[in-house]
């Protein structure tokens, strides 16, 4: 089982040698990857008052492949995901190209998880269908998948055409890992059709948690894969409870076979509670007590 942490960029800000400092600290510490999630747009709440949007244009939210880029100039070995990157939103050879130039200049140490999101003037602002979103992402994923393995693609779908044209350079992982996150049954469906894991955040490791890992499993093998062959990465925090805690949760979810945690000291949402504080140095001081506690487990 890989630990890895997230940038907690809801609390520490975007500042660049903050993000830098926390990555090579995340990179020094143990952990195996370092997560980051996306959004291109946060809307103004002073004037929205929908009530609908989770994040607002206060909070900060690099470029994920940007800021990648950035990270991996100053580490060597830990990996890079989103978790997620909103793929339909956005045009596809642009997401292929700025992936594959993140995994070219890591080291192949991009792994790509992406969702279709929820916010529809976020859609609206970027030019793209909200409606269609689901459907298209699988075709954004096809062809992907052939820019990254072939130097030349003729391809031809519903929503995309290419001739005779290819990406250079060409990722060192060829294809780079697809992960899906969400939780509705087209999800698990794309996954086991077309994705290389799971990014799960609503799940504790109970009877519920297990339960909707073994039905990945059992859809993975109706789709002729064997069932481990589709990772699973599951986030946990840790604010409010203890070291023991800590490590029953890791425990439970190695039981349950789980192949990466991701910890997250400043998500609140569904169990999961931040830690309030916003000081830099005590989110990577609380994520190396984390560590330090659970790493024999792993």
């Not at 140095?281 to 984390?290: E, F, N, Q, S």
């Amino acid at each position: 089982m890989k630990l890895g942490v997230a940038l907690p960029q809801l609390a520490i800000g975007g500042d660049p040698l903050i993000v830098k400092d926390f990555a090579q600290a995340a990179e020094e510490i143990g952990f195996q990857h370092l997560s980051v999630y996306d959004h291109v747009l946060g809307v103004n709440t002073g004037v929205r008052t929908d009530g609908k949007s989770r994040y607002n244009s206060s909070i900060t939210f690099h470029d994920p492949f940007v800021l990648f880029g950035f990270l991996a100039g100053f580490t060597k070995r830990i990996t890079f995901t989103t978790q997620i990157l909103i793929l339909p939103q956005r045009q596809t050879v642009l997401v292929a190209k700025q992936a594959a130039c993140v995994d070219y200049l890591s080291g192949g140490r991009l792994r790509l998880g992406i969702g279709v999101g929820w916010n529809q003037p976020e859609y609206a602002a970027l030019g793209e269908n909200f409606h269609d979103r689901g459907a298209r992402s699988e075709e954004q994923i096809a062809l992907m998948k052939a820019l990254w393995t072939d130097p030349n693609v003729s391809f031809k779908g519903k929503w995309h055409a290419v001739k005779e044209s290819g990406l250079n350079p060409l990722p060192v992982q060829r294809p780079i890992p697809i992960w899906f996150g969400g939780h509705v049954d087209q999800t698990m469906d794309r996954i086991v059709r077309m994705g290389d894991g799971w990014i799960l955040l609503q799940y504790k490791p109970d009877a519920e948690g297990r339960a909707a890992i073994n039905k990945l499993r059992e859809l993975a093998k109706k789709a002729g894969r064997a069932a481990d062959s589709v990772g699973t990465d599951t986030w946990v925090s840790m604010a409010n409870t203890t070291p023991e805690q800590w490590r029953a949760e890791i425990k439970a979810w190695r039981d349950i076979g789980v192949s990466h945690v991701t910890l997250n000291t400043a998500f609140d949402r569904y169990h999961h509670q931040p830690i309030l504080e916003k000081s830099p140095r005590i989110h990577v001081d609380a994520v190396r007590r984390y560590f330090d506690a659970v790493h024999d487990l792993l």
